[in-house]
């Protein structure tokens, strides 16, 4: 197996469920996301260590999920407030029509809505929320739209927000192409990830094109957090344990 370089981000390789591709493998791995991002992603810890901690049994708290594709990490984070006997309102957006399609046929969860938007439709109509997080889209946006999701966040978030993505590294292209061998061979999982991987940035560089205020966290493995906390949440909010917790190092 070819392992590339990776010296640099390949920001002209383009994944397949982006362009004008098969219906079917399309939903297909819409359905294998789950397992993915229940293996790779981290959301669980997230979620305890960030997200609960602001919120509430009695008062409601809202979450935007931007780019929620297939909508598994928002059914999980509406899920797991749920069980814990927390009150969370989650909306996940995502402007692809076949993501939103196919998230929207799934069975419903409470406390969950999915729209068909882009993020600046939402800071558009004056929208807040007290958190907004992203998964896995940071690497798919150019430069101007990293920046405009960035911006759209903050003008989003009463509390802070949290954009979680694959860090790049030459690993992660090795043990993602092994583990995913044998599987997945019905869906875009396997190629689209590895396409992933190579388009992700390493720490050092997204530190590099983050706005002011903006901090990265190197999680592991090959994770990366890039984290914003509204600076008024940091006084009286957080103070009181109303704000969900977005320290840099939460
Ligand atoms: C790789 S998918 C990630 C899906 C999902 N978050 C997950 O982890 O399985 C990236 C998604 O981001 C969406 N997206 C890109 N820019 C966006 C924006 N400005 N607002 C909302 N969604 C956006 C794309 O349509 C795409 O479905």
Redesign the pocket.
């Known amino acids: 197996m070819r392992v590339p370089v990776l010296r640099t981000r390949a920001i002209d390789a383009v ?1 397949i ?2 362009g004008d591709c098969d219906p079917e493998k399309l939903d297909r791995t ?1 359905a294998d ?1 789950p397992v ?2 229940r293996v790779v ?1 981290g959301w669980r810890g997230m979620y305890r260590r960030s997200i609960r901690p602001g919120l509430s049994t009695t008062r409601p708290s809202t979450l935007l ?9 928002s059914r999980c984070l509406a899920r797991w407030a749920a069980r814990d006997g927390l009150r969370l309102e989650v909306t996940a ?4 029509p076949r ?1 939103h399609a196919w998230a929207s046929a799934q069975p419903a969860v409470a406390g969950l809505t999915f729209r068909r ?4 439709e939402l800071v558009a109509e004056g929208a807040r929320f007290d958190f907004v997080v ?4 940071l ?3 150019n430069a101007a ?1 990293l920046q ?2 960035l911006a ?1 966040s903050q003008a989003l978030a009463r509390c802070g927000a949290l954009h979680a993505d694959i860090a790049r590294g030459r690993l992660a292209y090795l043990g993602f192409s092994l583990g995913t061998w044998p599987f997945f061979r019905r869906s875009y999982i396997r190629a ?1 990830g590895l396409t ?1 991987i190579r388009r992700s940035f390493t720490a050092r560089e997204l530190r590099a094109v983050a706005p002011p205020g903006w901090r990265v966290r190197r999680a592991h493995p090959y994770r990366l957090e890039l984290r914003w906390r509204a600076p008024q949440a940091s006084t009286s909010a957080a103070a009181t344990g109303a704000a969900p917790d977005v320290r840099p190092d939460a």
């Open positions: 994944e469920m982006d819409y996301f993915v991002n992603s999920d931007i780019g929620s594709g297939g909508g598994d990490v957006i995502d402007p692809d993501a938007a882009l993020s600046s992203s998964n896995h889209i690497h798919h946006l739209e405009g999701v759209d689209d992933s």
